[in-house]
């Protein structure tokens, strides 16, 4: 769900060591690639073209070429009406190769789909929830340390 890279290009801008990218379409991950080049980045930036929904499940490869165990952060941005968000959510909370204890998940989706839940699959908990016009964003860390708060008013009934 990487589109044109806007969201990982900002972290990169913003001090990211790295970032990949993953989308489905060929070209948003050329577009991707271009990118990445413009602003100086393609060193730092790891393009995959493929179906998030799989590379949740296998991350390991990525990981390899960045010399990581697990993502610190993870951004979600799907397109709102193509996607069942418990299905996703629960499959990246599940994914162990991908987030591990402290990673954070960051999830955009549309306000029309009401709160989602405080904690997901056991294991991800909700820290902040907000909404900007249409757009709900919610971060999320997986089993959060004890120097972190959630927020669980600010997420929906749980699930």
Do not use: W
Not at 46 to 65: I, S, T, W
Request: glycine share 12%; hydrophobic share 40%; net charge negative.
């Amino acid at each position: 769900f990487a589109g044109c890279g806007s969201v990982g290009i900002e972290a990169l801008s913003q001090g990211a060591g790295r970032a990949v990218f993953v989308d489905y379409s060929k070209e948003a991950c050329k577009v991707i690639g271009e990118n990445l080049e413009l602003c100086g980045f393609e060193e730092r930036g790891l393009v995959v073209c493929a179906k998030a929904e799989g590379f949740y499940q296998a991350p390991e490869r990525a990981l390899q070429r960045l010399g990581r165990a697990r993502f610190d952060v993870v951004s979600i941005t799907p397109p709102y009406e193509e996607v069942v968000y418990s299905d996703l959510l629960t499959s990246v909370a599940e994914a162990d190769a991908l987030v591990g204890d402290g990673s954070f998940v960051v999830v955009e989706y549309p306000v029309e789909l009401g709160l989602l839940p405080p904690v997901i699959a056991g294991r991800m908990v909700g820290m902040k929830n907000r909404k900007y016009g249409r757009t709900m964003l919610a971060i999320y860390c997986v089993r959060p340390g004890v120097d972190l708060y959630p927020r669980p008013e600010e997420f929906g009934d749980p699930v």
